[in-house]
């Protein structure tokens, strides 16, 4: 018994300092969502400061700005699978035609728009979409991190029980013991 109850000590150690891991990694992630929403807010602050809201090209460029574009995910060499550029095909085959003619409206400059500042306006877009892939990435790792730590409390839980459990089997058996020694 002595031996058991060692041993689930050892275990709740160990699924103690484990759950101290798992805290501090979603407190580190949840550091990292937050540095993520402000690079986001800089990049519209960035965007309102080279369009400002009184600026004649400033809907327009706001639609290219704010426009979600599918882009396709690069494996590990930086190089496009092909499952990944299949599945775009199909995803475009699907979709109306309507969205192709929004997509060859809004990829070129309104006329009389200085295209310096549209071009200004599309790398902003891309900032903001890797951003956007960063911050889904972070999301996820949060997900993860957060189902990481509930396991490991409710590990430590059972753990805790199992000790109580055996705590109480030696103390029964220390008494009955005794009663035995006593008659």
């Given at each position: 018994?002595?031996?058991?109850l060692?041993?689930?000590?050892?275990?709740?150690?160990?699924?103690?300092?484990?759950?101290?891991d798992?805290?501090l990694?979603?407190a580190a992630k949840?550091?990292?969502?937050?540095?993520c929403?402000?690079h986001?807010?800089?990049?519209?602050s960035?965007?309102?400061?080279?369009?400002?809201?009184?600026?004649q090209f400033?809907?327009?460029l706001?639609?290219v700005?704010?426009?979600?574009l599918?882009r396709?995910?690069k494996?590990?060499?930086?190089?496009?699978?092909?499952?990944?550029?299949?599945?775009?095909?199909?995803?475009s085959?699907?979709?109306?035609e309507d969205?192709n003619?929004d997509?060859?409206?809004?990829?070129t400059?309104?006329?009389?728009?200085?295209?310096?500042?549209?071009?200004?306006?599309?790398e902003?877009?891309?900032?903001r979409?890797?951003?956007?892939?960063i911050?889904?990435?972070?999301k996820?790792?949060?997900?993860?991190?957060?189902k990481?730590y509930d396991?490991?409390?409710?590990?430590?839980?059972?753990?805790?029980?199992d000790?109580c459990?055996?705590?109480?089997d030696i103390h029964?058996?220390?008494?009955?013991?005794?009663?035995?020694?006593n008659?």
């Amino acid at each position: 018994m002595k031996e058991n109850l060692n041993l689930a000590c050892q275990k709740q150690h160990d699924a103690s300092t484990a759950s101290s891991d798992s805290f501090l990694l979603l407190a580190a992630k949840e550091n990292d969502r937050g540095v993520c929403q402000t690079h986001e807010k800089a990049i519209l602050s960035e965007f309102l400061n080279a369009v400002p809201k009184q600026h004649q090209f400033h809907k327009p460029l706001l639609k290219v700005f704010s426009k979600k574009l599918k882009r396709s995910k690069k494996n590990i060499s930086g190089n496009i699978s092909e499952d990944e550029t299949n599945e775009d095909e199909e995803d475009s085959e699907l979709e109306g035609e309507d969205d192709n003619s929004d997509s060859e409206e809004d990829e070129t400059c309104p006329t009389g728009c200085n295209i310096s500042l549209y071009e200004q306006v599309i790398e902003l877009r891309e900032r903001r979409l890797d951003q956007e892939d960063i911050f889904a990435d972070i999301k996820c790792a949060i997900n993860e991190a957060q189902k990481a730590y509930d396991r490991h409390v409710q590990q430590e839980k059972q753990i805790q029980r199992d000790v109580c459990s055996y705590v109480e089997d030696i103390h029964s058996f220390q008494t009955k013991k005794q009663q035995t020694l006593n008659k």
